[in-house]
């Protein structure tokens, strides 16, 4: 089975959004038994907390429940646990790199790298905006989710 981690700062909007459109597309394409996702923070500020309200709304407005999810931040063991670790943008990207064990490396890219919309490279933090920030980064992690999906299946 191929793991896929989703890495944003707090991890409440734009990696639990990712990991919750992802698990919908890889049910939905009937290979839960082939592709598994999770999500975690940079920093453990959120530990615990369901992800923020607006995005909630934001994906349950695509009929998919994110509820259950719960903040964590990035451990160690996930360089080994995960075959790929995608960072919302260049800052996380770093972070990553960084600490990536030497033989992990490579696992770590960047999440709209497999998309070409608009341009656009990282997913903006939605987290000090309203609703609008919340759809404009739903509206680059949906193409993007499927992308990867193609790309792993």
């Not at 992802?22 to 999770?38: M, N, P, Q, Y």
């Not at 919302?88 to 490579?106: I, Q, S, T, V, Y």
Request: charged share 30%; hydrophobic share 35%.
């Amino acid at each position: 089975m191929k793991k896929v981690l989703f890495v944003c700062t707090g991890n409440i909007c734009r990696s639990p959004s990712a990991e919750a459109v992802f698990r919908d597309r890889v049910e939905k394409a009937g290979l839960s038994h082939r592709l598994s996702a999770d999500s975690a923070g940079t920093e453990g500020w959120h530990t615990g907390e369901a992800p923020d309200n607006r995005a909630q709304t934001t994906v349950r407005k695509r009929g998919i429940d994110m509820s259950d999810l719960r903040a964590r931040e990035l451990a160690p063991s996930d360089y080994e646990e995960f075959d790929l670790l995608l960072a919302m943008d260049f800052g996380h990207f770093r972070h990553l790199h960084h600490h990536a064990p030497d033989p992990h490396k490579e696992k770590v890219k960047m999440f709209l790298e497999v998309v070409d919309i608009d341009g656009q490279t990282e997913v903006p933090d939605p987290y000090y905006g309203g609703l609008d920030d919340y759809e404009l980064a739903l509206q680059l992690i949906e193409p993007a989710c499927e992308a990867w999906l193609r790309k792993l299946s």
